[in-house]
């Protein structure tokens, strides 16, 4: 027989021998037993029943005697009580649901109390799920394990119901506090986190916000920078173009007007002859000028056509340095070109003689008395062309490379530069060398010189273009 069995039947022989006890020297005391007896009886019948939507009890007791008077008490307090006989009935339960509170006896065959206790609180906390244990141990440990493992507090049997109702109703109530306590908590997370996500939206939309004006400021910034200096270029260009253009203008009138005041015939021929090449020559710097703008606004509107023939580099070359000559004769510059018979190159014959002829002039007149200008071409092996002007010229940072190459920039600015010209030989003969497929590069040192070289793919050579048409027909 059940350890809790046994106790139970010698409760029960103890309370009836005190009863004989208080009959025999009460006589009274029978008839108020009995009084009391069926006022029990009402009170039990009173909770028989279960309370709708009430908050929800476990009993769990392996003997039916303290389930029905435990589930009695429960259902009086207004409460709903479900029974169960033994550990793993309850546990089951457990695992579809919670109820408000469990009443939980410690000694059960099978799966005891404790055993119960310690599975019940792997599901909720102590704070929210009260369990009360139910012992008739007199024995301490069994209580104090109870309370080790989770047990919120614990009534003796035989169970009184005025303490019993008073735990149950004490830890309901806390336990209702601990929920409202948690779900208010949660609330105030869930509204410190929305107020937190629309807090960073907001400081995103901020910093998007800043970003775009910081942007748009140094858009602006950039664009006023610009704009100062297009304004100081075009001040520039402006003095300048007019110093180029009305220098070799006001040397051919003077000359020219030497010539037509000569009325009598005091100059010599070779006085005309010498006015007359001086005329000759500032008017041919002055059409040089005109070509070169001309040619570098066709190519900013995209109407700068190349009408393909073949070239003789060599000749070419030699023309432009021809075309050259006074200058750097004049300044006592040698012109050296190292380029084998029979290069032949497909390209514009004007355009190309432009660009070398302004490569060429730029390198004399960057260079000092007794220097050499070195023009070379040289075949790759990919079948293209490279042709290259180097000077011993002034040369320059390469820092300064980029803007070198935009139009009327020159290594030195101004009208108190040391050297003529509107500063076009390098954009144009990049502009010209680009349409044709080419592609331009430029080294220089200061005090070494500058080198300038032109690289043209291998469709632009003559011989590649005949070996590729040999192939084609099968020759």
Sequence with gaps: MPFSRMRCIRDKTHSLRGASRSH????????????????????MSEGSKNTPNAPTVFIVDDEAFNRDIAARYVRKMGLTAKEFAGGAAVLKALESGLPDLLLLDIHMPEINGLEVLAKARELSSKAEFPIIMVTADSNPDSV???????ANDYVTKPVDSRTLRARIDTHLQLAMANRQSREFAEGAERVVADQAVDL??????????????????????KAKVQAE???????????????ELITPLHISLGFADLIADDKGGALSPERRHEYARHISTSMRQLLSIVKDMLTLARNDVGRLVVEDVENNVRRLLERSAAEARPSHEEAGVAVEIFCEEGVELLGDKALLGRAFSSLVSNAVKFSHAGATCRISCERRADGGLTVSIQDEGIGFDMSRAAEIVKPFRQNSEGLGRSHQGLGVGLPLAKAVFEQHGATMSIESKPGLGTKVIARFPAHRTVSARRAAYRRASGE
């Design 24 to 43: 025999r020297e009460d006589p009274g005391g029978s008839q108020r037993q009995g009084e009391e007896r069926v006022g029990a009886d009402k009170d």
């Design 229 to 243: 200096a297009d304004n100081r270029a075009k001040s520039e260009f402006l003095a300048l173009i007019t110093h």
């Design 200 to 221: 960073q939206r907001r400081n995103q939309d901020l910093v998007r916000e800043v970003t775009l004006r910081l942007q748009i400021e140094d858009e602006l910034r």
């Design 144 to 150: 104090v394990g109870a309370f080790e493992l989770g």
